[in-house]
């Protein structure tokens, strides 16, 4: 048989490592019999903590993207409702069986007479104020 091949040769702290353990087994409950494993191999204790926080960082991400989906879901909800409300009020103004320069002029019109109502209001105030001061 060749050197190589014996395990012996490759771990020649096997027994140190063995007796550390049992030592350890003895002292510990039976819960941490896990953990006695991982400092016998430590390797093994890298790739489980490796694979314990790549565990939590995809638990994270699964948060952060719920949230984002949330907060389209939302969003997407409140556009949709102001998109009905708008499409409403051009179906109303679409289906008027005036044409559009009628309409422009109607809607010139209240513009006209709304502006002469606030220049009669402010004129009016204005009097008033000037009438207030020439009595004091």
Do not use: Y
Request: charged content about 20%; hydrophobic content about 50%.
């Amino acid at each position: 048989m060749q050197a190589s091949s014996n395990p012996v040769n490759f771990m020649p702290d096997a027994q140190r490592w063995e007796k550390m353990n049992e030592k350890f087994a003895a002292i510990l409950p039976w819960e941490f019999a896990g953990a006695i494993n991982l400092m016998a191999h430590p390797v093994a204790g890298a790739a489980a903590f490796s694979a314990l926080g790549l565990g939590v960082a995809s638990q994270a991400f699964g948060v952060w993207m719920g949230t984002v989906a949330g907060a389209a879901h939302a969003s997407q909800r409140l556009l949709v409702t102001e998109a009905d409300e708008e499409a409403d009020e051009e179906e109303a103004f679409a289906s008027s069986s005036q044409t559009a320069t009628v309409r422009a002029r109607a809607v010139a019109k209240t513009l006209m007479a709304d502006a002469r109502a606030v220049a009669r209001d402010m004129g009016e105030a204005a009097d008033a104020l000037a009438t207030e001061k020439t009595k004091h």
